[in-house]
């Protein structure tokens, strides 16, 4: 899969450092996956979950280090790109206004 974009994965670990290890892992991961569906992501990524957006968008949202921050992508299945919507905290998460943002 193609990620789109890196740079907002390095913007978050810039000002969240404990996350780099997990961001890491995932953008490795991910680059290397050839996912068709949620079930696919779901053999390499148990937590992962689907969610409709206010904007009635599917989102797929990932747990990051140790479930302490979500990143939340847009996966384009027939294209091979995952994009990096929102990386949030759990807090930030929990509030979940992030849903009226999409």
């Known amino acids: 899969m193609r990620i789109i974009s890196r740079k907002a994965l390095r913007a978050f670990a810039g ?7 997990g961001l890491d892992h995932w953008f490795r991961a991910a680059s290397a996956a050839d996912w068709q569906n949620i079930t696919d992501v779901r053999r390499e990524f148990p937590h992962a979950d689907a969610a409709e957006a206010a904007s009635g968008n599917i989102v797929t949202i990932f747990n990051v280090a140790g479930n302490r921050f979500r990143l939340i992508t847009a996966i384009h299945y027939n294209r091979s790109r995952v994009y990096v919507l929102l990386l949030l905290t759990h807090a930030e998460y929990s509030k979940d206004q992030w849903k009226r943002r999409l």
Do not use: C, K, L
């Open 15 to 21: 000002r969240h450092p404990e996350a780099q290890a």
